[in-house]
């Protein structure tokens, strides 16, 4: 047995508006954490500043270790508790292109800016205990310059995807 109901044409619409709008709230929540608040980037950024400043001590073998161990462990901590105050958690299939690609652009341009400022402080005729914060604010600020930008272009990709075929379809 068929049973065949009619569409109503308003009703799909406030229907698909209903879907629509809890959707739009999902990427305005997004939009706002990538342009608003800077909380994640500035303790990131100081916990390297801290990491970078330390590294120009003559420490032992053990003792770099140990640097380093810290050093991933409070940006561990820094990313799970930042994760855990998010609100709206995407789904990974929301993830494209560009997010990959302000990941690797922030460690190329990060990493780089490490290297270039380790190699002009060495050029430098300054102390071992001055070079090593001269390195580390260079690199702490390219790393904060680069990265709230970069977050919004990533972010802003997310709201116009799936809008073609949804068009599409009301199309039909």
């Known amino acids: 047995m068929i049973v065949s109901a009619s569409v109503d044409a308003e009703q799909a619409w406030k229907d698909l508006q209903r879907i629509r709008v809890p959707q739009e709230r999902v990427y305005d929540e997004v939009e706002r954490c990538a342009a608003g608040g800077a909380g994640a980037t500035y303790v990131t950024a100081a916990i390297m500043w801290v990491f ?30 930042f994760h855990r105050r998010s609100r709206v958690r995407l789904h990974r ?71 073609p075929a949804a068009r599409e379809e009301s199309g039909r």
């Open 52 to 81: 970078l400043a330390g590294m120009g001590l003559d420490l032992p073998r053990w003792g770099v270790w140990l640097a380093l161990a810290g050093y991933v462990a409070l940006l561990g901590g820094a990313a799970v508790i």
């Open 93 to 163: 299939t929301r993830y494209d292109w560009r997010m990959s690609a302000v990941f690797v652009g922030g460690m190329v341009v990060t990493g780089g800016t490490v290297l270039l400022s380790g190699r002009l402080v060495e050029e430098l005729p300054l102390e071992p205990m001055l070079a090593s914060p001269v390195q580390a604010t260079v690199s702490a600020a390219v790393f904060v310059l680069f990265v709230r930008p970069a977050n919004r272009w990533a972010v802003g990709s997310l709201r116009g995807r799936g809008e």
